[in-house]
């Protein structure tokens, strides 16, 4: 199993500001995925980030809005920029490491 | 298109009346299916994979199933603590994961 770390775990942030959110894994993976799970609603993939390589984003995000950093093989931040009330949203880091494991999220208000 | 479909959306039982949820998904060339609780305010927590038609599973009062079309998530005799929402999620070629949309299941004591 994996013990993925994710903070901050909730935020309330102004509209127009921008929010990084950090996860940590205890042991190296090679990659990570990004979610957004928005109030009622199931998890949609936002993108794969590989250590060494650009992520890869699913139809409808981009990075300009979704940048993501993946300096090494324990560690990702993904940052959502420009924020509008739209982005409100738990935010989930995952690792496959033959399972699916996730972190806590990271619950993210924009007022 | 690659669909993964749960079903029913929410179901509420009594303590003790077994009931399954449904998972059907078509994509291409399946590598995985997983089975996720989810509390409220929490990420998902890891319960099942399964890789192959046929194959089945089990924990505590939890028994997932898996057919060429299709994954059911079997429950006998819940307890309120297995209120919650539970996820499927298949993972399939070009290493992509398509969430369903959840079963939504309260128990009632």
Known sequence: SA??????????CQRGTSLTIQCQ???????????????????TLIATANQG????????????????????????????????????????????????????????TVL | EDQVTQSPEALRLQEGESSSLNCSYTVSGL?????????????????FTLYSAGEEKEKERLKATLTKKE????????????SATYLCAVHHAGNM?????????????
């Open chain 1, 3 to 12: 013990v993925i770390s994710q903070k901050p775990s909730r935020d309330i």
């Open chain 1, 25 to 43: 894994v205890d042991s190296q993976v090679t990659m990570m995925f990004w979610y957004r799970q928005q109030p009622g609603q199931s998890l």
């Open chain 1, 53 to 108: 390589s650009e992520a890869t984003y699913e139809s409808g995000f981009v990075i300009d809005k979704f940048p993501i950093s993946r300096p090494n093989l324990t560690f990702s931040t993904l940052t959502v920029s420009n924020m509008s009330p739209e982005d409100s949203s738990i935010y989930l880091c995952s690792v496959l490491l033959g399972e699916l494991f996730f972190g806590e999220g990271s619950r993210l």
């Open chain 2, 31 to 47: 590598r995985g299916l997983f089975w996720y609780r989810q509390d409220p305010g929490k990420g998902p927590e890891f319960l």
């Open chain 2, 71 to 82: 994954s059911f998530l079997h429950i006998t005799a819940p307890k309120p603590e297995d």
């Open chain 2, 97 to 109: 994961l398509t969430f369903g949309g959840g079963t939504r299941l309260m128990v009632k004591p």
